[in-house]
C-alpha cells in the first residue's frame, strides 16, 4: 500500500470533491464552493474539482469565475478534458455571453448608484440584471438588501425566496430572510392551537405577544381524564410479546443469513485468490520467455556492425529499423523523457513494413510498437493539438494521424484531426474523420459539434468549386481575347 505523503493529499483532495458533489446535488452552492476550494488546496490539478467548482459558480451566475476555473483546468489537462465542452458550448453560445455581459454591467451600475445612495436608480438597474438573467444570485441578494433598506418587504421576501432556491445554504441570503420575516406582520399572529380555547381558559402574554391557555400548554393537546390502569397495563402487555418475538424469531434467523453470507464470502475470495494465483504464474511464465527470447535477439545482434553491415530487400534497407531497435533498447534500460518517447513512436509509425520481408523482422517491429504506443498516444495527442492551436496544419495532421493510429479509440484525436483538415480546406478528409469519429465514439461530448463541422465542410466545398470555376471562366476569357 502506497503511503507516501502525494497520495494523501490526493486522498483527501478526492474526499472533499466528493463532499462538494453532494453539496452541490443538494443545491448546497455555498458549501459546496468552500469543500471544493480546500479540495483544490490540498490538489490544485485535481481537474474533476475544478470542473465542477466552475459549474457551480456558473449556476450561481459567476460566469467569468465559472471561465476562470475552466481555461485554469484545460491548463492543466488538455486530454479529453470536459472544461473543452463547457467552453466551446459557452463559446458557441454568444446570445448566453451577451446576456451574461449585459447583466454585468446593469448590476455594476446598480453597485455604484447604491454607492452614490441612489436606491430607487439602484432597484431599477438590479432588477434589469435580475431580468436578463435570472440566476444571477449577487445582484438577487443586493436587491433583496435594498428593499429591506426602503422597508419592502415583501418584494424582498419574493427575491431572496428565489435566491435561496438557487442556493439553499447562501448565509447571506438567509440573514437577509431572516430579517425580513421579523418585520414582516402575519394576517393572524396567534397559533392555531390555541384558537380552539374559550375566552376564560386563555390569557394574554404581554412579555410574549401571545395567547396562551390558563391551564398551560400541554393541556391544549391531552384530556385532564387520567388513563385507566388497564390500558396501562395493556402497553406494557404489549412491549413485553414484541420484545419477545425480536429476540426468539427474528434474531436467530438474522444471525443465520449472516453467517450464510459471511460463509459464502469466504468460498468466493478463496476461489478468486485461487485464480488469481493461477493468472500470475501463468504471466510469470510468460515474461521468463520474453526475456530468453530478449537474450537471444542480443546474441544475435552483437555481432552486427551497423555502419559497414547494410541488409537489402529489394529496394529497401534495415538501416531505419535497426535504428528504432536501438533507441527501442536504449529507451527501455534508462529513464527517458516525453521527447525521446515521441520521437521514437513517429519513427516506428512511419517504418514501413512492406519494405522488411522477413517474418522475424515484423513480429519484432509489430512488438515495439505495442509497447510504446500505448504510452506515447497522449503526448503525441497533445504535440498534434498545440500545433493546431498554433496554426501548424501540416505538422498537427501528421501528429494528430498518429494519435489516431495509437489509440483508435480516441474520439478527441479524430475530432481533432478533422478540424486540422478543416482548417486546412481539405473538407473531404475532414469529414471522412468527423464521421469515423461518431461511429467510434457515438457517446461522445464532441458528438454535439460535428453536425456544424459537417455542414461547415459542405459549404467549404461548395467555396472551392465556386472559386475553381471562376478561375476557369476567367481563363477561358483570357484565352479568348489573346485569340
Not at 23 to 42: F, I, N, Q, T, W
Not at 166 to 195: A, C, G
Not at 229 to 236: A, T
Not at 369 to 374: F, K, L, S, T, V
Request: net charge negative.
Amino acid at each position: 500500500m502506497n503511503n507516501s505523503p502525494y497520495d494523501k493529499l490526493t486522498k483527501i483532495s478526492n474526499r472533499l470533491y466528493n463532499e462538494g458533489l453532494k453539496k452541490a446535488r443538494a443545491r448546497d452552492l455555498s458549501g459546496a464552493v468552500e469543500s471544493l476550494k480546500r479540495s483544490l488546496l490540498y490538489k490544485k490539478c485535481n481537474t474533476e474539482a475544478r470542473n465542477l467548482l466552475g459549474l457551480v459558480y456558473y449556476e450561481q451566475g459567476e460566469t467569468v469565475k465559472a471561465l476562470t476555473e475552466w481555461v485554469i483546468s484545460k491548463n492543466f489537462d488538455n486530454y479529453e478534458n470536459d472544461a473543452d465542452y463547457f467552453l466551446e458550448r459557452i463559446q458557441d453560445d454568444q446570445n448566453e455571453l451577451s446576456r451574461v455581459n449585459s447583466a454585468v454591467r446593469k448590476y455594476n451600475l446598480g453597485l455604484e448608484a447604491a454607492r452614490l445612495g441612489n436606491y430607487d436608480t439602484a432597484i431599477i438597474q438590479l432588477k434589469k440584471a435580475v431580468g436578463i438573467f435570472p440566476r444571477y444570485l449577487r445582484a438577487m441578494k443586493l436587491l433583496g438588501l435594498l428593499y429591506i433598506r426602503q422597508e419592502e418587504y415583501q418584494k424582498a421576501k419574493k427575491v431572496l425566496v428565489e435566491a435561496r432556491a438557487i442556493d439553499h445554504s447562501d448565509t447571506q441570503v438567509l440573514l437577509y430572510l431572516s430579517e425580513v420575516e421579523k418585520n414582516i406582520v402575519p394576517d393572524n399572529p396567534r397559533n392555531v392551537f390555541f384558537q380552539t380555547q374559550s375566552p376564560a381558559e386563555t390569557e394574554f402574554d404581554e412579555e410574549m405577544g401571545i395567547e396562551h391557555s390558563k391551564k398551560g400548554f400541554l393541556s391544549v393537546f391531552f384530556n385532564e381524564n387520567k388513563p385507566s390502569l388497564m390500558l396501562f397495563l395493556n402497553l406494557i402487555f404489549g412491549v413485553l410479546i414484541g420484545i419477545a418475538v425480536v429476540y426468539y424469531l427474528i434474531v436467530p434467523s438474522k444471525e443465520a443469513q449472516i453467517r450464510e453470507e459471511y460463509n459464502a464470502g469466504k468460498v468466493d475470495y478463496s476461489s478468486e485468490l485461487s485464480a488469481k494465483t493461477a493468472a500470475i504464474s501463468q504471466q510469470e511464465k510468460e515474461i521468463t520467455a520474453l526475456r530468453q527470447q530478449v537474450t537471444d535477439l542480443k546474441s544475435q545482434l552483437n555481432g552486427i556492425t551497423y555502419d559497414t553491415i547494410e541488409i537489402a530487400v529489394g529496394d529497401e534497407t534495415f538501416s531505419s529499423f535497426f535504428d528504432a531497435w536501438s533507441s527501442y533498447n536504449d529507451l527501455k534500460s534508462r529513464e527517458y523523457s516525453d521527447e525521446e518517447l515521441v520521437a521514437l513512436s513517429l519513427d516506428l509509425w512511419t517504418l514501413d513494413l512492406k519494405g522488411i520481408r522477413s517474418k522475424y523482422a515484423q513480429d519484432i517491429l509489430s512488438k515495439m510498437r505495442e509497447d510504446i504506443y500505448p504510452l506515447a498516444a497522449k503526448l503525441v495527442y497533445k504535440q498534434g493539438k498545440q500545433f493546431l492551436d498554433e496554426g501548424q496544419l501540416e505538422e498537427a495532421i501528421k501528429a494528430l494521424n498518429a494519435a489516431s493510429d495509437f489509440d483508435p479509440e480516441s474520439d478527441a484525436a479524430l475530432y481533432y484531426l478533422g478540424k486540422a483538415y478543416e482548417e486546412n480546406k481539405q473538407y473531404n478528409e475532414a469529414i471522412f474523420y468527423y464521421r469515423h469519429m461518431l461511429t467510434v465514439a457515438p457517446n461522445s461530448t464532441l458528438r454535439d459539434y460535428i453536425p456544424h463541422r459537417l455542414e461547415a465542410c459542405e459549404e467549404g466545398i461548395k467555396a472551392l468549386e465556386e472559386e475553381k470555376n471562376k478561375e476557369a471562366d476567367t481563363q477561358a476569357t483570357e484565352d479568348g481575347e489573346t485569340e
